[in-house]
């Protein structure tokens, strides 16, 4: 098996990956069609961040606008929206999708680093970074900075996955591609690290943890996902075979059902 870990770099400026939501589909698709949780994953965090009518919320690492969507109804018509990403492509496409919803006048889109946000100190009531301080290159800054543009008595709502999260998935890339096992962003900003981390920015931090898994039915969905970021992406020929006989077999042997735990949770942040 070569070596062929997914580095930091992978993860904070990869523009192949994260120039348009192309590759990010893949692995969301394998989420939305095999879910099975307690609430729609987006939703759940709407509820958790319970905005206030009037409120400027900053959504950086919006990605493709996917939280917006699908949260509407569980949020307030009067918002003032500012989506933001590294992407370029990622900012055009949030606001394209956030715009069409039709939901909120005040929608803009940024280009920004979250570890040098371009916003005035005090700026926004709510900050959401959903999946995303994994991707900062320095993340102690990028939380400084979250709660620099955060108004006093304000909310960052962050989340992120544990170190055990979607192990039997990550499992399988391992055995097919070699590098890291587990989880590819453990030990850059987990559940497990992530209190620590925001407790020393924020005055009041609380953790909810989210119920979910996977029930998958089809591999190629399951060798789609794996194939969709490094080191699956640029794995040759043969390494690629092997996945996918590694997952048929696993299917094989769960009787045609391939279970994945999802370990994943919210912080919720005030500033005092």
Not at 23 to 51: D, V
Request: glycine share 10%.
């Amino acid at each position: 098996m070569g070596e062929c870990p997914m580095t930091q770099a992978d993860l904070v400026d990869n523009r192949e990956q994260y120039g348009d939501s192309s590759k990010l589909e893949a692995r969301a698709r394998l989420h939305r069609k095999y879910a099975q949780t307690e609430a729609p994953w987006f939703s759940w965090i709407a509820g958790k961040a319970k905005l206030q009518s009037g409120s400027r919320v900053l959504d950086i690492g919006c990605g493709p606008g996917w939280f917006w969507a699908e949260a509407a109804e569980s949020l307030p018509e009067s918002l003032d929206i500012q989506l933001a990403d590294l992407s370029p492509g990622m900012v055009d496409e949030a606001i394209a999708r956030v715009r069409g919803i039709g939901r909120w006048a005040e929608v803009e889109g940024t280009v920004a680093d979250v570890t040098e946000l371009p916003f005035d100190d005090a700026s926004f009531d709510a900050i959401f970074a959903v999946h995303m301080l994994y991707h900062a290159s320095d993340r102690a800054r990028a939380i400084a900075e979250i709660a620099r543009v955060l108004k006093p008595g304000g909310v960052a709502i962050v989340t992120t996955n544990g170190r055990d999260d979607c192990a039997s998935l990550y499992d399988l890339g391992y055995r097919a591609f070699g590098g890291k096992p587990g989880s590819p962003i453990a030990g850059l900003f987990d559940l497990e690290m992530g209190g620590p981390m925001l407790r020393a920015a924020f005055g009041e931090v609380e953790e909810f943890p989210f119920q979910s898994r996977l029930v998958c039915t089809d591999p190629k969905d399951v060798v789609a996902f794996l194939l969709s970021h490094p080191p699956g992406d640029g794995a040759p020929a043969e390494q690629q075979a092997r996945l996918r006989e590694l997952t048929e077999a696993a299917f094989e042997a769960a009787g045609g059902v391939f279970e994945i735990r999802k370990v994943v949770g919210l912080f919720l942040c005030r500033k005092g």
